[in-house]
């Protein structure tokens, strides 16, 4: 037995015998005072410092399971998908037999040269990024239980210039808005007027909309919560929205998305909206714009167009949701291109 009980000491405190054996010519002998845990703890350190993969540390394989269902209990539905598919796709086929303990930087470059092997470079540099993300957090999980030895190396993230996003203008988003319906109105006005993202919308619980206060509370990402006032457009909206489901079916208690602002009428299985981009191409059509539309650039339009009537960037960052300013910083490219194209123009 590598790690054996044998007593007490004059303080009461636990103590254990560590023995470690490298071949026939050499053992080591420690005597450890403290719990079960921390003696094995120190076993485990001693052996790797002699170059031995302990038995008692886990492989990233051993450690997967037990790893997702901690996000799937302490974290959002959404994060709780995107590391189940990135852990159980490209980091357990490459990771999965190595242990924590003996990942090195020269191990995590090989694995940033073979996914970039598997793809375009660049375009896959963030995705290789999110899935390191994904191992240091399941790391650094496993450290704080224990199951490993070592904090997790830190790890050098792949360059990655996010690309400058596309943007609406005015009119073209208020084209929208007027050619679509009380519903689809509404649910445009939340990306645009309250700078939501689409599943911060999809997810609005009517509980989250307070018609006295006139503020709406946003569960972004991380369930981070932030709270987010309602233009008069916006809220005018929900008020002919309110009515209008109020009149129909859709809050009859037995709809699975009974609760939701914006509840499916397609998607029976938990009410919820998944696509809403077939009708901005319609209300686009009928409009007379011809490029193609996306949700997200209605968030980016709304960034952008309050950046470009002077308003500050940390008060964009907090409407946003964004945890770094840098990440509200994209937009200020966005409000420079276009002063340089009526530049250009003259």
């Keep these: 037995m590598s790690v054996r009980y044998i007593g007490i000491d004059k303080d009461g405190r636990q103590k254990w015998q560590i023995d470690i054996r490298n071949g026939r010519a050499f053992r080591m002998k420690r005597t450890f005072i403290g719990t079960e845990d921390e003696a094995n703890i120190t076993h485990i350190k001693l052996r790797k410092k002699l170059g031995k993969p302990s038995r008692e540390t886990f492989t990233v394989n051993d450690l997967a399971h037990d790893y997702i269902e901690h996000v799937r209990i302490h974290q959002s539905k959404r994060t709780y998908g995107d590391k189940r598919r990135m852990l159980f796709g490209k980091v357990l086929s490459f990771f999965g037999n190595y242990h924590l303990d003996f990942i090195t930087k020269e191990i995590i470059e090989a694995y940033k040269q073979r996914r970039i092997l598997e793809s375009m470079p660049r375009r896959i540099y963030r995705q290789i990024n999110l899935e390191l993300l994904t191992l240091s957090a399941m790391w650094k999980w496993a450290y704080d239980q224990g199951r490993c030895v070592d904090e997790p190396i830190k790890i050098r993230t792949l360059p990655y210039k996010r690309p400058i996003p596309g943007t609406l203008s005015k009119q073209e988003i208020f084209a929208l808005i007027e050619y679509s319906g009380v519903f689809h109105r509404a649910f445009l006005l939340c990306l645009y007027h309250a700078g939501m993202r689409f599943h911060e919308v999809a997810g609005l619980r009517l509980s989250d909309v307070d018609m006295v206060t006139k503020y709406i509370r946003i569960h972004g990402k991380g369930d981070v919560m932030r709270l987010v006032p309602m233009s008069a457009m916006l809220y005018e909206a929900m008020l002919l929205l309110f009515d209008e489901q109020l009149r129909s079916h859709l809050r ?77 910083q994209i937009y200020t490219h966005v409000a420079f291109n276009r002063k340089r194209g009526a530049i250009d123009a003259l």
Excluded: Y
């Design 252 to 328: 009859d208690k037995k709809h699975p998305g009974a609760d939701l602002v914006f509840p499916s009428l397609r998607n029976m299985g938990d009410g919820h909206v998944t696509d809403i981009r077939r009708a901005i191409t319609w209300a686009a059509d009928r409009a007379g714009i011809k490029r193609k539309i996306t949700p997200h650039m209605l968030r980016h339009s709304f960034a952008t167009h309050l950046l470009e009537a002077g308003q500050d960037l940390r008060t964009i960052q907090d409407l946003l949701g964004h945890k770094e300013v840098t990440t509200t």
